[in-house]
């Protein structure tokens, strides 16, 4: 990259990179948003001549964009703590299902593919801070642990670790579920849950499958996750008799074929799916309406 000082679009042009690596770090794509405003905030703030000193603005932005993350995740533990049930990352919405009164140009940024999955965002929910920062810079964006470094604080070999201990959480990688394959499960849930047919829930379910919502305390939701296939079904039929005229719509969260629960053109729930040998192992539900915004059409 060429010298910081001639020309605003070099630092502009990094900001759709800062975005995907800030919301793989928290999680949120409104506190990634955040993080990435401090870094260019930070970035205008330098005299013209240190920042004309910089020969690689984007690597100094995703420095201090790192930087900006691993305080903020320091900070969420803490908030996560205090957190009315179950915390859940924010669902992301295919592109054309964005809130067109929302930062359209956003759905153009984030990029939809593994490392955006709820499952893979929910493993590195379990990882340190610095563990999350060192695996999701090195093992997806292929960052070199020279440069992870300046982010933690830490020498590579350190960081190097950090990465290694971050990959032993999330254990056997199994063969990821086609998306067509995912989705024809997941119409039959749908279809299964419209009917309220237990019978064919369950057959649906793993027996081990484990339900985890999020309503933040903002709405009405169980606060601990319900374990098995047999009480999920029972409680997605309970939701179904408790919720006339709901209507449920197949959509891609994250990048995988999901549900999205709405009543009279208001997104209620959305809902992603870990899908294992044709049945159903993991339901993330998020309910949560501060984390359901780019789902809201027409603006806020």
């Known amino acids: ?154 020498t590579p070999a350190a960081c190097k670790q950090l990465a290694a201990s971050a990959r032993r959480r999330i254990g056997v990688v199994r063969a990821p579920v086609t998306a067509a394959g995912q989705a024809d499960v997941v119409r039959h849930v749908k279809e299964a849950w419209e009917r309220k047919d237990i019978a064919a829930l369950v057959g649906l379910l793993d027996p081990a499958a484990v339900m985890t919502a999020d309503g933040g305390g903002m709405v009405g939701t169980v606060l601990r996750p319900v374990e098995g296939g047999a009480r999920i079904a029972q409680y997605m039929v309970a939701i179904a008799d408790k919720s006339p005229g709901l209507e449920h719509l197949e959509r891609s969260v994250n990048g995988a074929p999901g549900l999205v629960a709405q009543r009279d053109g208001v997104v209620l729930t959305v809902a992603s799916f870990d899908v294992s040998d044709g049945r159903v192992s993991r339901i993330w539900a998020v309910r949560n309406p501060g984390k359901l915004r780019p789902w809201a059409r027409g603006g806020r």
Not at 12 to 39: F, K, P
Not at 65 to 74: A, K, N, V, W, Y
Not at 103 to 127: G, P, R, W
Request: a negative charge; hydrophobic letters at 45%.
């Open 1 to 154: 990259m060429g010298m910081a000082g001639t020309s605003t679009d070099e630092t502009a042009g990094e900001r759709r990179q800062l975005i995907n690596v800030a919301y793989r770090l928290l999680g949120s794509l409104a506190e990634a948003e955040d993080a990435v405003q401090e870094a260019y905030a930070r970035w205008y703030a330098l005299p013209r001549g240190r920042r004309e000193e910089i020969v690689a603005p984007g690597a100094w932005l995703t420095t201090v964009t790192g930087r900006i993350c691993l305080d903020m995740l320091g900070s969420a533990r803490a908030r996560r703590e205090r957190y009315v049930g179950a915390w859940l990352p924010e669902p992301l919405p295919d592109r054309a299902e964005w809130d067109h009164g929302h930062a359209t140009d956003l759905a153009d940024q984030i990029v939809l593919d593994e490392s955006v999955t709820m499952a893979f965002l929910v493993v590195l929910e379990s990882m340190t801070p610095a563990e999350r920062v060192a695996f999701v810079l090195h093992d997806v964006f292929r960052y070199p642990f020279a440069e992870i470094a300046g982010v933690l604080g830490r």
